[in-house]
């Protein structure tokens, strides 16, 4: 993992194996990404008095897709002025990894308060516990592009309530699940707020990685971020603390913290 993090705020690019590799995605019996009619969909709506901008997006492979996917969510939220984060976004989207990206739509409404996730998958059946940890109906196939311990939608809705927002799912007309982030809607006129400076913040390289791992695995705590790095539980504990302090992120429950939008800013300024 360290050697993936040294890559990363060194920016390069992690290779991938070309598509007729032997141990890629068919071999390990993952379906390929859906392209053409059947590749997912975000649609922007500036106003619902207009039709919205719909943007077709397609990759390589389902690790790829499940990133652009995410980073591009996350950037048109941006642009509309909505402050969803990127950790919920990007545990969102693994999600669709059950549905196997069947009809995707992706809709972000409200100025980027609102995004709807829907597709035509085999839906939630129980609604209650699929936000429980530990529920999870990921099989061995799915857990090679992600975690599949049933974590994702518990910390999607727990960093939510962080900010005031909720987390649903509904069934989608025709089969499938509809999920709904909902940030409370700004008063008319007001903008989201600015970025803290650049120069404001300065971090060690090691605080840097720390917020890239927390960016990859959702939320951790110091056990596991001194796993990853290397270090002790108790330098992990006051690398987190030192983070909180400077508004780079927050608790999430269980001595667990997860991005602030603060952190996620300053790693968007670095990338």
Do not use: W
């Not at 040294?6 to 071999?27: F, H, M, R, S, V």
């Not at 995410?70 to 549905?99: D, F, S, W």
């Not at 311990?149 to 649903?168: H, W």
């Amino acid at each position: 993992m360290e050697s993936f993090l040294d890559k990363l705020l060194a920016g390069q690019e992690a290779a991938t194996p070309p598509p007729d590799d032997a141990g890629g995605a068919a071999a390990a019996g993952l379906p390929g990404p859906p392209s053409g009619p059947g590749a997912p969909r975000i649609a922007v709506y500036d106003t619902l008095t207009s039709p919205p901008r719909v943007l077709s997006i397609e990759d390589q492979d389902l690790p790829a897709l499940i990133a652009s996917l995410a980073e591009k969510t996350y950037h048109y939220c941006r642009e509309q002025g909505g402050q969803v984060p990127y950790t919920v976004i990007r545990e969102l989207i693994e999600n669709l990894m059950h549905a196997y990206f069947r009809d995707v739509v992706i809709t972000i409404l409200d100025g980027g308060q609102v995004i709807r996730i829907s597709d035509h998958g085999p839906g939630v059946q129980d609604k209650e516990r699929a936000f429980l940890p530990g529920f999870t109906t990921a099989t061995p196939v799915q857990r090679q592009v992600i975690r599949g311990v049933g974590s994702g939608l518990p910390i999607a809705r727990e960093s939510l309530n962080f900010l005031r927002g909720v987390l649903t799912v509904e069934d989608n007309l025709g089969g499938g699940a509809v999920f709904t982030i909902s940030l409370p809607s700004r008063p008319a006129g007001e903008t989201a707020p600015l970025p803290r400076a650049r120069a404001e913040v300065k971090l060690t390289m090691r605080q840097k990685k720390v917020l890239v791992l927390l960016m990859e695995l959702g939320s951790a705590g110091p056990t596991a971020i001194g796993k990853e790095l290397g270090i002790a539980p108790a330098t992990a504990y006051r690398e987190l603390g030192l983070l909180e302090k400077a508004g780079l992120i927050h608790s999430v429950g269980d001595g667990k913290r997860a991005l602030a939008e603060e952190g996620l800013n300053l790693l968007d300024s670095i990338f």
